[in-house]
Nanobody, 122 residues
Framework: QVQLVESGGGLVQAGGSLRLSCVAS????????MGWYRQAPGKQRELVAA???????DYADFVKGRFTISRDNAKNTVYLQMNSLKPEDTAVYYC????????????????WGQGTQVTVSS
């Protein structure tokens, strides 16, 4: 099957930077969309940024100009460079792989990582 493992979260002061990584493993043929979502306490999970295999990106308005998503398709890895972090960016960040084609399996899958905590202090 397919598993996603995130890394790179932590505690940072406001104005600082972090880089999140997410590696997808398994018998993967291709991944259409890889993205990052976040969920703060008491709030719904929300899209942060997503990127297709062809390089098209989508960003939430609240991170435009501060966060950058990138992918290494050969490594089934997606990154999120987060700059100018604010206390309101504090949340658990989840990696998502959508429309994943797995060798020997018909159709596509969607998978979530376990999440990584990002805490921004003021």
């Amino acid at each position: 099957q397919v598993q996603l493992v995130e890394s790179g979260g932590g505690l940072v002061q406001a104005g600082g930077s972090l880089r999140l990584s997410c590696v997808a493993s398994g018998s993967i043929f291709s991944i259409n969309v890889m993205g990052w979502y976040r969920q703060a306490p008491g709030k719904q999970r929300e899209l942060v940024a997503a990127m297709t295999g062809g390089g098209s990106t989508d960003y939430a308005d609240f991170v435009k100009g501060r966060f950058t998503i990138s992918r290494d398709n050969a490594k089934n890895t997606v990154y999120l460079q987060m700059n100018s972090l604010k206390p309101e960016d504090t949340a658990v960040y989840y990696c998502n792989a959508d429309r994943v084609r797995v060798r020997g399996v018909a159709g596509t899958l969607s998978r979530w990582g376990q999440g990584t905590q990002v805490t921004v202090s003021s």
